[in-house]
């Protein structure tokens, strides 16, 4: 009972930093992950934390790098004498 308390309130706190998703959602989810949680062998567990983990670098790293590492989009337009494209 008490971990289904624990689990909702953190499910609340991921909801509100969540958007789209409002507290009542998120404590639902908390207390179905705890609910799973304690279904999971242990190398399941660690498996998910890994994954995730590794999920969460990737995506760090792809938002570091920004539009800025992006190659420019470059014209196939005809060029002129003057290097102008041509109309």
């Known amino acids: 009972m008490i971990g289904k308390v624990i689990g909702a309130f953190v499910g609340d706190r991921i909801a509100r930093r969540t958007s789209g998703m409002g507290g009542a959602s998120g404590a639902a989810l ?47 337009a005809p060029k002129t004498d003057n290097g102008r494209k041509a109309a």
């Open 30 to 76: 908390g207390v179905i992950a705890t609910s799973v949680l304690r279904r999971m062998s242990l190398p399941a567990m660690v498996a998910l934390g890994v994954g995730g983990h590794v999920a969460k670098k990737v995506l760090d790293k792809k938002q570091a790098e920004g539009p800025e590492q992006t190659p420019s989009k470059t014209s196939t």
